[in-house]
């Protein structure tokens, strides 16, 4: 019997290429139908991402109308170009201001009176100065290293003591000249010598030919060129100075920047059109999210041929909720002039599903009511009480009215002096210094003016200029109120409020003198009471409920003043812009609708290509199976040719001997 190498030797039928077109037929059904499975999947997860593209994109212009100062918008303008005014809308209000510029800031400079033969080369004398800057001190040794002109210049620069120092070639000699880095008589120098190796510390010969103070005699140490100055300026006939020519909310929410003396008229308007512009942006986004919508679900009833997402019940949910939120009247403004987006010019053109709308009318309503339009589309809670303020609400806070209960009103941290101050105190430098610390973090090291103050408010009013413009205190966005109580005492309080507020004396030069040698401090208290029945959490003024509370879960309000008991009720309303960001985040955010949907689809995928690896493993068994019964029939063909082959030799053989014996 032969042996067959390959399939077909045996029978010459049943080859590898039959084996071939048998495994192609059995594997093109379910290969076919996985294909246009797997087509069908991805052109929908392409689907699902074009939705939620548009959907997020409508976000962002109703997140800007959620808030309750986007809906204010302001514009100001100058009616001279050298008095620059800008405005932030989330603070301004309309007015008409007068305002005369009559002085510029300008930085302190300086320069030696001495003229020298060589900058890098002639000895300026040894020992140490003190640059003092507004409450800034700075030590600088001057020794060998640093002996002349050049030296002492670059060793001011390197200190960051808050003046530049140089060297001015005069064509005689050179001589130092010194500017103050910041402007604003605030910021004046004053230089003080000590250890000087040649001659006292005062006397005009070496290293204290570079003091300085203001009031010096004038053939003494540096001569003042430039004398620094504040920037002034009459708003409505009020003076203001500042020590920069920038002047930061003088008017809530205005900020001038002045160039030049001279006068002008500030105007400060509403910005309708800028609000308007921004409700047309929101328009915008929702119609091009519908346009997408027609494109993925759409159905052309003349062809007869629906979309993609045609019928999708995802689709149909967001459409649905959509709609719902955006033609709604408004929970909590039923009785309103304005209550719902119809009301303001936004309505819906039912065959094509989007939105128009009618600027104009939107701007008349937002002239006469702005309240309820601010309401409209922001968040806002409507306080019976004019000292309750509403700061926020939570993602779970849900519209509706609730009463507020005050048992423990929010209070300041405070220093008492145990004594009186008198008049008539005279400040030296036995008792020119005061450290206080506050709000718990806050280090503020006060330096008096040195001089007789003919009253006891008098002096409290040289404190408060202190504190008022001291650096660690206006760093940490933190301030302090000096005042006299109705006993003389003088008095110190922090203007936060709750538990973190409070006022300690850290130190002070012959205390008694102010009455500081006996004090009481007292911490603030944080506001405490309920809000709709529920016990709330108090954060100095501010009264919240933790999310997990029923109703007003997450509701911020302020409670101003000192009443406790009932402060009236606050209703909480949640506008149309509110409404719709939540929305779109339940749709596009993790566990939404579009999520659960892609996420869904990709299982499919994943699905599909473990059925095409089963596909595979079953298509390879069935080729092997075709194989081994292939090779079985042509070995059994390969046998019977062989016996057929046998046969007919022996036949063959046999056919001459018949002849012969039939002769």
């Known amino acids: 019997m032969a042996n067959i190498s390959s399939l077909g030797v045996g029978s010459g039928v049943l080859t590898s290429d039959l084996v071939d077109q048998l495994v192609k037929a059995e594997r093109a059904p379910t290969e076919n139908r996985l294909a246009r499975k797997t087509e069908q999947t991805q052109a929908l997860l392409s689907a699902y991402g074009k939705l939620r593209s548009a959907i997020t994109e409508l976000r962002l212009p109703m997140r800007q109308l959620s808030a309750p100062d986007n809906l204010k918008a302001f514009s100001a303008s100058s009616s001279n170009e050298d008095v620059g005014v800008?405005?932030?809308?989330?603070?301004?209000?309309?007015?008409?201001?007068?305002?005369?510029?009559t002085s510029l800031a300008g930085a302190q400079a300086l320069a030696s009176r001495d003229v020298f033969a060589d900058r890098d080369a002639t000895s300026v004398g040894q020992g140490a100065l003190t640059l003092s800057v507004g409450d800034k001190s700075t030590n600088i040794n001057v020794d060998s290293s640093n002996d002349t002109l050049q030296g002492l210049a670059n060793a001011i620069n390197d200190s960051d003591a808050g003046v530049s120092a140089g060297v001015i070639d005069?064509?005689?000699?050179?001589?130092?000249v010194l500017s103050a880095d910041e402007t604003g008589t605030a910021n004046a120098v004053s230089i003080s010598v000590s250890g000087d190796t040649?001659?006292?510390?005062?006397?005009?010969?070496?290293?204290?030919?570079?003091?300085f103070n203001t009031g010096m005699d004038v053939d003494s140490g540096l001569r003042e060129t430039i004398a620094a100055s504040d920037a002034v300026m009459e708003i409505n006939g009020v003076e203001v100075t500042r020590s920069t020519n920038s002047f930061e909310n003088v008017i809530d929410g205005l900020?001038?920047?002045?160039?030049?003396?001279?006068?002008?008229?500030?105007?400060?308007?509403?910005?309708?059109?800028?609000?308007?512009?921004?409700?047309q942006a929101?328009?915008?986004?929702?119609n091009s999210l519908q346009s997408t919508i027609d494109s993925l679900a759409g159905f052309n009833a003349e062809a007869g041929v629906g979309s993609l997402l045609t019928?999708?019940?995802?689709?149909?949910?967001?459409?649905?909720?959509?709609r719902q939120v955006l033609t709604r009247v408004v929970p909590g403004l039923e009785n309103s002039s304005v209550r719902s987006l119809a009301d303001v010019g936004i309505t819906t053109d039912f065959e094509t599903g989007?939105?128009?709308?009618?600027?104009?009318k939107f701007e008349e309503q937002l002239k006469n009511n702005p309240d309820d339009v601010t309401a409209l589309f922001a968040e806002q809670g409507r306080a019976t009480d004019s000292q309750v303020e509403f700061v926020r609400s939570g993602t779970d806070t849900e519209p509706g009215k609730y009463d507020i209960n005050i048992t423990q009103a929010a209070t300041q941290g405070n220093l008492l002096a145990g004594s009186a101050l008198a008049g008539g105190v005279t400040i030296d430098a036995s008792n020119d210094e005061l450290t206080l610390e506050v709000d718990g973090g806050t280090s503020v090291n006060l330096q008096l003016t040195q001089q007789t103050y003919a009253s006891a408010q008098d002096l409290v009013d040289e404190i408060q200029s202190q504190l008022n413009s001291n650096n660690a205190l206006n760093v940490s966005g933190s301030s302090v109120k000096a005042e006299l109580d109705a006993s003389g005492n003088l008095s110190f309080t922090s203007a936060k409020y709750g538990s973190e507020s409070a006022v300690a004396l850290t130190s002070a030069e012959n205390a008694a003198t102010f009455g500081l040698d006996a004090v009481t401090a007292s911490t603030g208290l944080d506001v405490a009471g309920t809000i709709g029945g529920q016990v709330a959490t108090g954060d100095g003024q501010v009264l919240f409920l933790d999310s997990g509370s029923s109703g007003a879960s997450g509701l911020q309000v302020r409670i101003l003043g000192d009443q406790t008991g009932s402060r009236g009720s606050i209703t909480f309303v949640e506008g149309v812009a509110e409404r719709t960001v939540d929305l779109v985040t339940s749709f596009v955010g993790a566990d939404g609708a579009i999520d659960s949907?892609?996420?869904?689809?990709?299982?499919?995928?994943?699905?599909?290509?473990?059925?095409?690896?089963r596909l595979e493993e079953r298509i390879t068994a069935y080729r092997e199976r075709l194989v081994r019964q292939f090779t079985a029939a042509d070995s059994l063909i390969s046998q019977l040719n062989s016996t057929q082959d046998y046969v007919t030799q022996q036949l063959a053989a046999l056919a001459p001997q018949n002849n012969r014996n039939n002769n």
């Open 255 to 279: 900020t001038f920047d002045i160039s030049a003396t001279g006068t002008s008229i500030i105007k400060v308007k509403q910005d309708f059109g800028a609000v308007a512009g921004r409700v």
């Open 198 to 211: 040649v001659g006292t510390d005062t006397d005009n010969l070496g290293l204290s030919r570079f003091a």
């Open 282 to 286: 929101f328009v915008d986004k929702f």
């Open 354 to 360: 989007g939105l128009e709308f009618d600027r104009a």
């Open 170 to 176: 005069t064509g005689n000699g050179f001589q130092l």
């Open 597 to 613: 949907r892609t996420e869904s689809l990709n299982k499919e995928l994943q699905q599909i290509q473990q059925n095409q690896v």
């Open 86 to 101: 800008s405005v932030d809308s989330t603070k301004a209000s309309r007015g008409t201001y007068s305002v005369e510029v």
């Open 311 to 322: 019928g999708d019940r995802t689709v149909r949910t967001i459409q649905d909720q959509l």
